[in-house]
């Protein structure tokens, strides 16, 4: 009696089967129980679409208890269960950045979204099979309600008597029976009073007005009571602005502390108009009136305090500001020479330049040459023109070196027919004559077109051209090898190889679609060209003069030292083929 296979996968070997082999058996199944109990398997996801298959009697994503959905989709993807007869519960955890649809057949279907877990159960019910969330019991519609509100800062969740709603500022504040508004609220943000103190304005009779008053006192109640000492002094507010203004130091109010100058003499003040700082001009004044006076006459002469300056530093003499003396030159021809730091020679040789007649302009055409005197010289001579050196600059720029151009040197006609030339003549001694650009070739008597030989198509086999040796080449790769397409590794099944006999040597290659028993996507292995059988070994491939056939899929074993087999929709098949060349 064969084996048969749980929804997960296990083998239930049949009674009298795999005799001295069933441990592997055993081993896998174990294997496949530790998955459903306490593994997690990584998914990685790619495109939009997966395929999560329970395998039979082999490891396989689909026999993991915990599915962590991760990789690089490039929008929501849909995982199918395969097949759909099987029946699974699984714990999902969805971190791939994108929504998760689970499906096994046309029934219902569960969407995880990215960074959230369910666990759900597979009916198994066939095509019809249907997805269950079965965690979406776990959650009463409270907590769902709490769960779908906006995670805004600042916000309060708060129940309005129907459900959940998230609140903010007076809103929240109307919610939570506060009538404060939240300027109100914030004004003891940062207070460090007590209630004790708080308390103290228990009993106050005094108005808002009048505790306003000692808004942006900073002074102690000493300063209060000193206030009140001086009002029982009996100084009116008038006698106490007489002070208004003072800026006399106790020092400076202590001279007159016993002074004998009269009341008459003080009066003398009297009507004086100068400010203290006016009259302080005076303090350290160490002349006499003749010296104010000559002050005044001074600025009795329209001088300005600028002009004054410009004597400031003076060191002509006399006699050399007597130069001066009968000059016509302005003052804005003088001031030409306002930060000129040459001397007479530099005037000269401008005045020298000046006489050779060029213009500005034509001086201004050295502005911004970076030439050599050096440089300048190699156009000492020249007598083409401008589109002489513009032809010259052309050339360089054909990237042709120096050398090369040396090659024209004692060319004499065109190269072409100077080639064609070298041609036509051969050696004699070689058997070979004929050549050049027309006529035919002759190999020790046998004549051959040119078009011929060139083409390698003629029959002639003592006549052996370049392109013939190519086509012979070419016929031996195509005519003597066969090799297929990758194939649905469905059996049996049997490919045409075209050889016309029998091919000395073939070779089947599977290559992984999906990740099983230790194999990665995209590993190849060569195939045997028979598989295990109970007990025996029975042939599963041959060939012929026209076909190479598998006719049972081969099994192997794995690089977790698994038994393998190499069927879809795990693995693709290709068939290689050799002729025997005689």
Request: with cysteine.
């Amino acid at each position: 009696m064969p084996s048969t296979y749980t929804d997960s996968g296990i083998e239930l070997i049949g009674d009298g089967e795999q005799s001295g082999t069933w441990g592997d058996t055993t081993n896998t199944n174990l294997q496949i129980l530790d998955r459903m109990l306490s593994q997690a398997g990584a998914i990685s996801l790619s495109g939009t679409t997966h395929t999560l298959t329970v395998s039979d009697g082999v490891l396989s994503d689909g026999q993991y208890a915990v599915l962590v959905f991760g990789g690089s989709p490039t929008g929501a993807n849909t995982v199918t269960i395969d097949p759909n007869d099987a029946q699974r519960v699984f714990i999902v955890k969805n971190a791939s950045g994108e929504s998760v649809t689970l499906s096994q057949g046309s029934g219902a279907t569960v969407t995880v979204s990215d960074g959230r877990s369910a666990i759900v159960y597979c009916d198994g019910a066939g095509s019809g099979a249907a997805v269950v969330d079965v965690s979406s019991a776990f959650v009463t519609s409270a907590i769902s309600d709490i769960a779908a509100l906006t995670p805004t800062n600042g916000n309060f969740i708060v129940g309005n008597g129907t459900t959940w709603v998230a609140e903010s500022g007076s809103t929240a504040l109307a919610s939570l029976g506060v009538t404060a508004t939240a300027a109100e609220i914030n004004i003891l943000d940062g207070a460090t009073v007590t209630t004790t103190e708080l308390n103290i304005l228990d009993g106050v009779t005094a108005t808002t007005a009048e505790l306003n008053k000692l808004d942006g006192f900073t002074g102690v109640t000493a300063d209060l009571n000193y206030a009140k000492d001086l009002r029982a002094t009996g100084v009116t507010t008038t006698e106490f602005d007489k002070l208004d203004g003072l800026t006399a130091s106790t020092a400076e109010l202590n001279v007159l502390d016993g002074a004998t100058v009269t009341t008459t003499e003080l009066n003398i003040l009297d009507g004086v108009t100068a400010t203290t700082a006016e009259l302080n001009k005076l303090d350290g004044f160490t002349g006499v009136t003749a010296d104010l006076n000559y002050a005044k006459d001074l600025r009795a002469t329209g001088v300005t305090t600028a002009e004054f300056d410009k004597l400031d530093g003076l060191t002509a003499s006399t006699a050399e500001l007597n130069i001066l003396d009968g000059a016509t030159v302005t003052t804005t021809e003088l001031n030409k020479l306002d930060g000129f730091t040459g001397v007479t020679a530099d005037l000269n040789y401008a005045k020298d330049l000046r006489a050779t007649g060029v213009t500005t302009a034509e001086f201004d055409k050295l502005d911004g040459l970076t030439a050599s005197t050096a440089e300048l010289n190699k156009l000492d001579g020249f007598t083409g023109v401008s589109a002489d050196l513009n032809y010259a600059k052309d050339l360089r720029a054909t990237g042709v070196t120096t050398t090369e151009f040396d090659f024209l040197d004692g060319v004499t006609s065109s190269i072409q027919t100077q080639l064609d030339g070298k041609i036509s003549g051969v050696t004699a001694g070689t058997g070979l004559t004929g050549g050049g650009t027309s006529g035919s070739v002759t190999l020790n008597g046998v004549t051959q077109s040119t078009s011929a030989w060139e083409a390698g198509t003629s029959t002639t086999e003592s006549l052996v051209s370049p392109a013939k040796v190519k086509a012979a080449i070419d016929d031996t790769n195509t005519n003597n090898r066969y090799e297929s397409a990758w194939l649905t590794a469905s059996y049996p099944f049997s490919v045409t190889h075209g050889l016309g006999q029998t091919p000395q040597f073939y070779q089947g290659i599977a290559r992984c679609l999906v990740a099983n028993n230790g194999y990665q996507v995209g590993d190849v292995v060569m195939l045997l060209p028979h598989a295990d059988g109970d007990g025996a070994r029975r042939k599963s491939s041959h060939a012929d003069s026209t076909s190479v056939t598998f006719s049972q899929a081969p099994i192997g074993g794995s690089p977790t030292n698994a038994l393998t087999t190499f069927i879809t929709p795990n693995w693709e098949i290709k068939i290689v083929a050799l002729k025997e060349l005689r």
